[in-house]
C-alpha cells in the first residue's frame, strides 16, 4: 500500500492546522496577558492564572508595552466594534451549543475553538445565519436572554460603529466570548 499524494496533502494540511491553531494561541495569550496587566492584574495573579513562571508573564508584559501605552480595556457587554460583536456572537454560539445537544451551531464552535476556523465575514455570516436557526429551533426552551442578545448582536454587526478599539481584534472577541458566556450563565434577575 502507498501514500497518494492527495492523502499526503490532507495528512500536513491537518498538522498545519494544528501548527496554526497553536501559534494562534500562544500569541493571544500574550495579549490576553497584557491586557490584563492593563486592567490592573498582578503579574503573580496572571502566572498563577496562566500556569507560568512570574518572569515569563513579566518577558510578556514588558514585550507588549515596547509596542506603546494602551488605553485600558472597558469591560462592559455594550460596545459596537466589529470583533467585539464578533465575540459575542461566539460567546451566545457557544452557550446554544452546550445548552442544545442538536445545536446547528456547535460544529463551527468546535472548528472556532480548535484554531481551525478564523473569524472572516463569510464565517460570521454563517454563524449568525445557523444561531438565528438555533433560537428558532429552541425557541420554546431558550431564555429570553439569548434572543435579546442576538437581535443586539445582529443589529450592530448590520451597522457596525467606526471605532478603533484599544486591543488586538483577537483580544477583544476573546474578552467579549467570556462576557457573553457570563451574562447568559446568570440566572434571570
Known sequence: M???????????????????????MRRLRAEVIAALAGLGWTQDRIARLTGMSQPAVSKHVARQRTGGSQPPLELSLDQHDVPWLEGRLWGLAEHLAETYDTARCARHVHAIARGRKRFTPQLVDELRRLVEEDLRLHRERLPGGCRAAYDRISRGL????????????SVRRTLARELQRSRLQQPPA
Open 158 to 169: 448590520d451597522v457596525p460603529a467606526k471605532v478603533t478599539p484599544p486591543a488586538p481584534a
Open 2 to 24: 502507498t501514500l497518494t499524494e492527495e492523502q499526503a496533502g490532507r495528512m500536513l494540511a491537518d498538522m498545519n492546522d494544528v501548527i496554526r491553531a497553536g501559534d494562534d
